[in-house]
């Protein structure tokens, strides 16, 4: 049975059109690791958490804010291990230079018996959709294309506000 997961995909109106939040994983895995590596707030949940309330909580345990608004869906993705992601889009504004994140014990080197704590988000920051595109993990681009999609849609749509 595949793991579950669910996130949110924080946007901001910019002069070039949108842009979007992403965190890049903390621990000496993704240590040197840019292009290809960040990802959306996300993390699993199980049978007794629906997905919107586990991306809220793992939004606020990864950068310590809340994500206050209604949340569109921006669908499901399978990644590469066969992770299924639900994303959401909300509009908002964080000071991505403010992030607190939890911290996540993980055994490194693998098979030494020994434990180390570090962020499980080292840092995050506002990409415009094109360079958001070459910094995200390949499974997860669809969320932006579908976020640029409602973007665009209700941007062209009279009397309605630019945001999806």
Same mark, same amino acid.
Request: neutral net charge.
């Given at each position: ?8 995909l924080?946007?901001r109106?910019s002069?070039d059109g949108?842009e979007?939040l992403l965190v890049?994983?903390g621990g000496?895995?993704w240590?040197?690791r ?6 959306l707030?996300?993390g699993?949940y199980?049978d007794?958490e629906? %997905?919107?309330?586990?991306a ?7 950068l310590g /804010?809340?994500?206050?608004?209604? #949340?569109?869906s +921006?669908?499901?993705?399978?990644q590469?291990?066969g ?15 403010a ?5 996540v014990?993980?055994?490194w080197?693998?098979?030494s018996?020994r ?8 840092r %995050?920051?506002?990409f ?5 595109r070459e910094?995200?993990l /390949?499974?997860?681009?669809p969320f #932006?294309?579908? +976020?640029?999609?409602?973007?665009k849609?209700?941007?062209?749509q009279p009397g309605?506000?630019?945001?999806p």
């Amino acid at each position: 049975m595949p793991i579950n997961s669910a996130g949110i995909l924080m946007y901001r109106r910019s002069g070039d059109g949108v842009e979007v939040l992403l965190v890049h994983p903390g621990g000496p895995f993704w240590q040197t690791r840019d292009q290809g590596a960040w990802s959306l707030p996300k993390g699993e949940y199980d049978d007794r958490e629906d %997905a919107e309330t586990a991306a809220r909580r793992e939004f606020k345990e990864e950068l310590g /804010a809340e994500a206050v608004g209604p #949340l569109r869906s +921006l669908g499901q993705v399978r990644q590469r291990a066969g992770k299924i992601v639900q994303g959401y889009a909300i509009e908002g504004d964080l000071d991505a230079s403010a992030v607190r994140s939890n911290d996540v014990a993980i055994e490194w080197p693998p098979r030494s018996g020994r434990t180390v704590h570090f962020p499980e988000v080292d840092r %995050a920051a506002w990409f415009a959709l094109p360079l958001a595109r070459e910094k995200i993990l /390949a499974s997860q681009r669809p969320f #932006l294309d579908r +976020l640029e999609t409602m973007w665009k849609t209700a941007s062209r749509q009279p009397g309605q506000k630019t945001s999806p």
